[in-house]
């Protein structure tokens, strides 16, 4: 079946950088795509989201860019904080089909 | 406040013990789902329903049932807990099956 995956499962970085988390889809009819934040304890929490019609949506801090030519999107965080630790799920879904979640990247924030 | 609320946040039960982990959502949302947790595997769906008495299997069902006989509720039931279903679960509701999805702060299960 199709899937999304994550290119890496941990990402650490410095307190103040900027953080890249990135996301492969498979499903070439996936029009819609999401990104939720995990953080310890908790269930997942929407951050921002993008339609196919799109490349780049900008939230608070939060970027997502689309690429839809190699399928593949990134969700860019600005000034990272250490409120930023959690696991970062990416979702994609396709008309009349479901969401389907990828596995998640976990990033750290460094004092 | 817009939530979903699960409970008990965590169990710890024997093999063969019926349970029951309760989901309720406030947000008059159509779509509800349940999910587990595992590590490096993700979320995966176990059922799903569109609506009131519309119910249907998601991508790991076995083990589990649920109901839907109130919109605001998505109860999982577990008839005979088996030690593969120690995870954590997740209910989740949203407008449609596509929509962002608001999910409750998750049931620690564990099966011994």
């Known amino acids: 079946g199709e899937s999304v995956g994550l290119h890496l499962p941990t990402l650490s970085v410095q307190e103040g950088d900027n953080s890249i988390i990135n996301c492969a889809y498979s499903?070439?009819?996936?029009?819609?795509f999401i990104w939720y934040k995990q953080e310890s304890g908790k269930g997942p929490q929407f951050i921002i989201d993008?339609?196919?019609?799109?490349d780049k949506r900008q939230g608070q801090r939060v970027t997502v860019l689309l690429n839809k030519t190699v399928k593949h999107l990134s969700l860019q965080i600005a000034a990272t904080q250490p409120g930023d630790s959690a696991v970062y799920f990416c979702?994609?879904?396709?008309?009349?089909?479901?969401?389907?979640f990828g596995p998640g990247t976990s990033l750290s924030v460094i004092p | 406040e817009a939530q979903v609320t699960q409970n008990p946040r965590y169990l710890i039960t024997v093999t063969g013990k019926k349970l029951t982990v309760t989901c309720s959502q406030n947000?008059?949302?159509?779509?509800m789902s349940w999910y587990r947790q595992d590590p490096g595997l993700g979320l995966r769906q176990i059922y799903y329903?569109?609506?009131?008495?519309?119910?249907d299997k998601g991508d790991v069902p076995e083990g589990y049932k649920v109901s839907r006989k109130e919109k605001r509720n998505f109860p999982l039931i577990l008839e005979s807990p088996s030690p593969n279903q120690t995870s954590l679960y997740f209910c989740?509701?949203?407008?449609?099956?596509?929509?962002?999805?608001?999910f409750g702060q998750g049931t620690r299960l564990t099966v011994v």
């Open positions: 989740a509701s949203s407008l449609s099956h596509r929509a962002l999805a608001f």
């Open positions: 499903n070439s009819a996936s029009d819609y």
């Open positions: 993008i339609r196919s019609n799109m």
């Open positions: 979702a994609d879904s396709a008309p009349y089909d479901k969401v389907i």
């Open positions: 947000m008059n949302h159509e779509y």
């Open positions: 329903s569109m609506n009131v008495e519309v119910t």
